[in-house]
């Protein structure tokens, strides 16, 4: 028999589940303390239907973390080396949050929701326990929660045409990393969501942050109905897809062992900002040991070893990988040691076929300058 995952009040289960489990849910993760489905059909078949049509997700797992009150700015800077002194209200940001030896805690979306308003929308990690410490410690006047929201991910080439059936065409006018409240007529009334252009793809689509479970529910059922034609499916955030469009899975390819600068999240960090940061002193001084970057392995042999070697040696270890059916060959991140590294770009991999030949690469992929062509 398959272990299976017991689920209790601790893996805590979301207003969808019923509904994710009705469309034939084949496996969960567990992230933040909450369901997080992985798999409907094959992750090739789903990777497919992302790339072609529009799904639904249930991300409620990425769970907000609401830092309200007149220091709300301040905590939130605290926590990230990135400049936030112009953020703008009803915009998103993506941000590392970095400890005092600048080593990676989060990768949230933070929201500006009004100037004394943020939410922190955040990867697998308790943010809320560090967030109330520093504000209780620095004596900041703000109240730090999670609120009960739960995101709902519509991703896909046809997520806007699903969309604006549902809450009309001006969902077209929301930017990419805007986030703005919008109306749905729910079967029991009007009711406002924050609705942002993002999404844990890049085939396009929108994150609905509902915060009422009972026209949440109903907004579920709604997409289902408008999308029929449109081979709307439940779907969930595909490995492949974001390999391929080079999304970084915290705890995976990145975390505490790692700093935004050995990430590959140089562009998210302001070395040169006057601002007050708890990680920026130390990023100033940091030289990067480690670099993730990205592999291709021009076989379909399984890899059995998550070391890549040169002559033997080191020089970093597999982080995701998985076989790219558009490309056709295995994709992975991988955490490289610089100092054995040197200049390589090509490394071994050892496979069922024996040891092979690998290219390193930066990331994310770009397959063009790779050679490599959607088959
Ligand atoms: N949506 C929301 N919350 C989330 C995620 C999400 N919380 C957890 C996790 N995902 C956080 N990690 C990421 C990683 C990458 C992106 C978003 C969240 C992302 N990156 C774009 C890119 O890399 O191209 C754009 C970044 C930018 O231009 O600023 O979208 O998915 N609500």
């Known amino acids: 028999m398959l272990p299976h995952l017991a689920v209790s009040r601790r893996t805590r289960s979301t207003p969808f589940t019923s509904r994710v489990e009705a469309a034939g849910v084949k496996g969960y993760t567990v992230y933040n303390h909450m369901l997080l489905a992985t798999q409907f059909d094959s992750y090739e078949a789903d990777y ?3 790339c072609e049509h529009v799904q639904v997700w249930d991300v409620s797992c990425e769970r907000q973390v609401a830092i309200v009150g007149p220091d709300a700015y301040q905590l939130v800077q605290l926590m990230t080396p990135r400049d936030l ?27 500006k929701l009004a100037d004394d308003r943020w939410w922190l929308s955040i990867a697998d990690t308790d943010v809320v326990l560090w967030a109330k410490g520093l504000a ?8 730090v929660y999670e609120p009960d929201v739960w995101p709902v991910a519509v991703q896909g080439p046809k997520a806007e045409q699903l969309m604006s ?13 805007g986030i703005q409240p919008m109306t749905y007529q729910s079967p029991t009334g009007a009711v406002v969501f924050q609705v942002a252009r993002s999404g844990w793809s890049k085939q396009g689509g929108f994150e609905i942050y509902v915060d009422n479970a009972i026209a949440g529910q109903a907004l579920w059922d ?6 029929q034609d449109l081979q709307v499916r ?30 590959g999240l140089e562009q998210y960090v302001d070395l040169e900002a006057d601002v007050v940061s708890l990680s920026l002193a130390a990023l100033r001084q940091h030289t990067p040991s480690k670099r993730l970057m990205g ?10 070893d998550n070391h890549l070697t040169i002559e033997q040696q080191a020089v970093g270890e597999i982080r995701s990988q ?40 930066e990331l994310p992929f770009e397959f063009d300058k790779l050679g490599l062509n959607a088959l």
């Open 48 to 50: 497919w239907h992302l």
């Open 136 to 143: 209780t410690g620095m004596q900041l006047q703000v109240k």
């Open 322 to 361: 998985c076989w790219s059916p558009k490309y056709g060959v295995h994709l992975a991140f991988v955490l490289c040691q610089l100092q054995p590294l040197g200049n390589n770009l090509e490394v071994n991999v050892q496979t069922t076929a024996g040891s092979q030949n690998a290219r390193l690469t």
């Open 222 to 227: 709604e997409l289902f109905q408008q999308g």
């Open 165 to 177: 059936r549902v809450f009309g065409e001006s969902v077209k006018d929301i930017k990419f990393f």
């Open 295 to 304: 592999l291709v392995l021009d076989s379909d042999a399984q890899i059995t």
């Open 85 to 111: 002194r112009k953020a703008k209200v009803g915009r998103c940001f993506y941000l590392p949050l970095c400890d005092e030896d600048g080593r990676i805690i989060n990768d949230p979306i933070a929201i």
């Open 234 to 263: 439940a779907g969930c955030p595909n490995l492949i897809e974001r390999l391929e469009s080079g999304l970084l899975s915290l705890g995976n390819d990145m975390g505490y062992d790692t700093t935004p600068l050995e990430a």
